[in-house]
């Protein structure tokens, strides 16, 4: 085995571990909020605020980070803090500390991404990068599965569950102890740098096809946020039993590791353009048909309602790793952290304001509504993918 293929390994063994250690903490922060804490609507909504400020704030510095330094130094220092910050969550003794153990666990789980995005495409060519984008979301669908079951299993054992996320980040420390990586953009003595949203614009301006998989898969974002935390009262006011709400869940999931499976051989048949269509076309029929069967009074089955599903996490799945293949082929590898952790940045802001724009549009008009306008927004960005593409693509672009 190559030297190469060993650090991937290694890499996509420390995602697993990191994204175990994301869901179980995810899992566990809002259990122990309601259950120990007995914290009201409004302190949870508060902690969730604080879980996901620090990414938008710090996250393209963070970025920049991983450009000018060695990205398995910072992966390492991830690791380490994510195990602290887990002691700490464990055992802090006032609710004051376990707000702020709640920041500094949102601010250490954005760490790992330029960093990873950085090795992956400094260890793969082109062609495995539609590859490893399947195996990245399988790893990250079947944790986000396998967590809950862990915090359940560890409760019932009586073990405390953040005490597991703290041993996978010592697990995770030692798997990538003792590796070394050239920074990318290595920083020139007396230089100053360029500010980090005017690389990000610059970039984004001089590449026909990133700026389109970009815009187009940012509002997709928007679109999910927008109904997404309206899809359990729909489904309450629909007559469907409880527990379908986790159902779905699932079912998304499943569509997501369905993609995942056949993502490589999709993208060696289907240029990048009418990828995009397909994805945001999919994901809006799958949002848009309850609607219509709700205006219509239709009953909605279940099989028919947890098959949309599977096709709503296919869809947004393939545009997932469309965007993640498009970032590291078309970017700049020295400005690769940068970019990739500014446009989450901006997803993620999308991803909060998105629900509240939602529930503010389901008080006005109607559930369904929300839902129609989300399908409908959509299936506009599919036709918007299909348009000729403004400008010159890059040339490792082609004529996608």
């Known amino acids: 085995m190559s030297e190469s293929l060993r650090d991937y390994c290694r890499l996509l063994g420390s995602r697993a571990v990191g994204a175990a250690i994301l869901w179980i903490d995810f899992t566990l922060i809002f259990e122990t909020l309601a259950f120990r804490w007995d914290a009201n609507p409004m302190w949870i909504g508060f902690a969730m605020t604080l879980y996901g400020l620090p990414g938008i704030v710090v996250g393209p510095w963070l970025g920049s980070l991983a450009d000018r330094h060695c990205p398995w130094r910072l992966l390492r220092w991830s690791y380490a803090a994510r195990a602290v910050v887990s002691v700490g969550l464990w055992q802090a003794p006032t609710f004051g500390l376990f707000l ?3 920041a500094m666990k949102g601010l250490v789980n954005v760490m790992p991404a330029p960093a ?6 400094r260890l793969l060519d082109d062609s495995r990068l539609a590859a490893n984008a399947g195996r990245v979301t399988l790893i990250d669908q079947a944790t986000k599965l396998v967590a809950p079951l862990v915090t359940v299993l560890t409760a019932r054992a009586g073990i405390p569950g953040f005490s597991i996320s703290a041993l996978l980040g010592v697990a995770g420390l030692l798997l990538t102890t003792g590796k070394r990586l050239q920074p990318a953009n290595s920083p020139q003595h007396g230089a100053r740098a360029r ?8 970039i984004l301006g001089d590449n026909a096809v990133l700026r ?3 815009i187009v898969t940012l509002c997709q974002a928007f679109v999910l946020g927008l109904y997404d935390a ?22 998304t999931a499943a569509g997501a590791m369905i993609g995942a499976f056949l993502f490589q051989r999709i993208q060696r048949h289907i240029k990048t353009r009418p990828l995009l269509c397909v994805s945001c076309l999919l994901f809006g029929l799958t949002i848009l048909t309850p609607a219509i069967m709700a205006y219509a009074a239709a009953p909605i089955p279940l099989p028919l309602m947890l098959s949309l599903w599977v096709g709503n996490g296919f869809a947004y799945g393939l545009g997932a790793m469309l965007t993640m293949v498009t970032f590291q082929r078309e970017c700049p590898v020295e400005s690769l952290g940068t970019l990739t952790s500014t446009g989450r940045s901006l997803q993620i802001t999308l991803l ?21 306008l989300a399908g409908t927004f959509s299936i506009g960005l599919g036709l918007l993918a ?3 593409l403004n400008g010159l693509p890059s040339p490792r672009s082609g004529t996608r």
């Open 116 to 121: 990873e995005q950085q090795l992956f495409r």
């Open 230 to 251: 309206q899809l359990a009262l729909l489904l309450k006011a629909q007559g469907f039993p409880d527990g379908t709400f986790g159902s779905i869940v699932g079912c």
């Open 100 to 102: 702020g153990c709640i």
């Open 212 to 214: 389109r998989v970009f």
């Open 352 to 372: 909060i304001l998105a629900p509240l724009v939602g529930g503010a549009l389901s008080s006005a008009a109607s559930i369904e509504f929300v839902f129609l």
């Open 195 to 202: 500010p980090i949203w005017r690389v990000f614009f610059s």
């Open 386 to 388: 299909m348009r000729p």
